[in-house]
């Protein structure tokens, strides 16, 4: 059977400013057009990883066009553009996030409103204040932003947050916030194709070039986020040495065969971290998890926890090996603590039941 990418997503994720643009001046000088393609790199990254076809207009330091980048998302026929930004103002700092879409988004079915509104509201989570949704016109009653006026999709403008501000900036870490921003664009705009698409009928390995390496890639940067050892790749593609390295410590921490070769299991076990149910619990799984034990329910649970850590960092970050040991312990207490449990470690009923409402329900 061959895998079939028709109906994946597609998103375009682009980064203000760029090249001899630097966008807005903020503390101790960082650029907006270097934060703002890291946050867009980011959550390319994640969205990939879940099997989202991503649109990019730059990823690395380039001057970028506003007509070329509509053009291309309007082109690829994407399902909605995010373009990522950093606000500034003149005199006393201002602080928190807002969007700007369409005047013709109410034509669109408000898709654009929709997806600004989950963006802001999972940063407001993050302790950034929500400013709104906003639209501006011009003197003729078009779309102020370029890439507002020129696309033909549901498009929103995010102000991420204030560059000039010490406190925002502070709080501003790229990759929580990149994951709330993919969480918020996955939640308006679900993947249709069952996320990781299906195991494309023959081995994955070194030498092959194409989509589906770019999604193996993808989705190992994503498991590399709690698995360093696993390294970083560049998304290109090509199944290089770097990638068969990446691939056999993959299969290496999951208990495969680590010869390097994206077989059925290796991309089932791809599927299963990369895929829809990523950041979700399954059902209890009906005895106590305790300290000593080795599963997947320990790894269910450290992947589970990794995400309450984004936004309590007093948890701490954990290797999602499957294996309870001496770190998970002090992870697990500490969430019991926080979740007014018994901060014992073992993992019952009422455990898994607040870990579920935490991370969602399968």
């Not at 070039?209 to 993808?218: L, T």
């Not at 994503?222 to 790749?233: E, K, Q």
Request: overall charge positive; proline content about 5%; aromatic content about 6%.
């Amino acid at each position: 059977m061959r895998g079939s990418f028709d109906m994946a997503r597609k998103i375009a994720v682009y980064a203000g400013h760029g090249g001899s643009d630097s966008g807005a001046i903020g503390v101790d000088g960082i650029r907006e057009k270097d934060v703002s393609l890291a946050i867009s790199n980011a959550v390319t990254g994640i969205l990939r990883g879940w099997g989202y076809t991503v649109i990019n207009n730059r990823t690395t330091d380039v001057n970028r066009s506003i007509t070329r980048d509509a053009a291309a998302a309007n082109d690829n026929k994407a399902d909605a553009t995010i373009e990522i930004h950093l606000n500034s103002n003149d005199g006393s700092p201002g602080t928190g996030s807002e969007a700007f879409i369409s005047v013709r988004d109410p034509q669109r079915g408000n898709q654009a409103r929709n997806l600004a509104s989950a963006i802001l509201t999972r940063l407001a989570n993050l302790g950034f204040r929500n400013r709104g949704v906003f639209t501006s016109v011009n003197t003729s009653g078009l779309d102020t932003f370029g890439i507002l006026r020129l696309t033909n999709m549901p498009t929103v403008l995010l102000e991420t947050a204030f560059i000039n501000n010490p406190a925002d900036m502070a709080r501003l870490n790229i990759n929580v916030v990149a994951s709330e921003i993919a969480d918020g664009i996955r939640q308006v705009f679900p993947l249709t194709g069952g996320g990781f698409p299906a195991y494309p009928g023959s081995p994955v390995r070194m030498g092959d070039r194409g989509e589906n390496v770019r999604r193996i890639q993808g989705c190992l940067n994503r498991v590399a986020t709690n698995n360093p050892s696993i390294g970083r790749l560049s998304e290109d593609g090509v199944f290089g040495a770097m990638t068969q390295a990446s691939v056999r410590e993959f299969q290496r921490i999951f208990g495969l065969n680590p010869d390097g070769v994206v077989g059925p299991l290796t991309w089932a076990a791809l599927t299963r971290e990369c895929g829809t149910s990523q950041g979700t619990m399954p059902p209890y799984p009906g005895s106590l998890i305790r300290p000593g034990d080795r599963n997947e329910s320990v790894r269910q649970i450290q992947r589970c926890i990794n995400r309450v850590a984004a936004n309590q960092i007093a948890i701490g970050r954990l290797v999602e090996d499957g294996s309870y040991e001496q770190s998970t312990f002090c992870a697990i207490t500490t969430f019991q603590r926080i979740s007014g449990l018994t901060p014992d470690g073992i993992i019952g009923p009422l455990t898994w039941a607040a870990l579920t409402r935490e991370c969602g329900a399968a």
